[in-house]
């Protein structure tokens, strides 16, 4: 996921916008790992009971992602940053909490834009700008799709990006052994393969759709 974080700030740069001002701590990288893989879990096992609890963050994240945006597009300084931030994340975290379908549009689509754009960035030669786009397109149109085929699409998506999240970071930061890159790109999306088809096996087990108006 390294690769695609780099793609964003690369393009919010291009942007007008400086991704790079924000504090930076030692201790953030191993802070950032351990959330991405027990979110990961999250996401994979228990992706569709928790979606109130994941849209709520999904709907913070792209919240403060927009404020941050228009704070820095806009160059608004201190105090009102903070406001219109805050704000932002805010509004975007009750719609998510409340507004069910629109909180799953957000969480289905920040889980297929994180394995589209990874994927894409890793087995195409295509311009940054344009794996984002397409990335976002894919995940715009199956984050629509899930609000009418709201549970099998729910399940898929959060299982598969929960399971290649966890693989990715496993064998990116705490599995040292080292293969050729093949091997390597084989042994990370098939573990990430198996880990997300386990948990989607397991939350259709354990779930029954929603009825909600």
């Known amino acids: 996921m390294n690769n695609v974080t780099e793609m964003m700030n690369s393009t919010l740069q291009d942007l007008g916008v400086n991704a790079g001002s924000l504090p930076h701590y030692s201790w953030m990288p191993i802070a950032a790992i351990i959330i991405s893989i ?28 927009i404020g941050s945006a228009i704070v820095q597009a806009a160059h608004i300084t201190t105090p009102v940053d903070l406001v219109i931030i805050i704000g932002a994340s805010v509004i975007f975290g009750l719609l998510g909490f409340f507004l069910y379908r629109i909180g799953v549009f957000l969480v289905v689509l920040l889980a297929v834009f994180g394995i589209s754009s990874a994927l894409l960035a890793k087995y195409t030669k295509l311009d940054e700008t344009v794996v984002l786009i397409i990335a976002l397109v894919i995940g715009v149109i199956l984050g629509i799709l899930s609000v009418v085929y709201l549970r099998p699409i729910v399940i898929i998506s959060t299982a598969l990006s929960g399971g290649l999240t966890v693989s990715n970071e496993l064998f990116e930061n705490l599995i040292k052994v080292r293969w050729s890159p093949e091997a390597e790109t084989l042994v990370r999306l098939g573990c990430g393969l198996i880990i997300g088809i386990i948990g989607m096996l397991y939350q259709f087990k354990t779930t029954r759709p929603k009825n909600d108006d």
């Open 38 to 65: 027990v979110f990961g879990i999250i996401y994979c096992f228990l992706g569709y009971k928790a979606m109130r609890v994941l849209a709520t963050l999904a709907g913070i994240g792209i919240g403060y992602i």
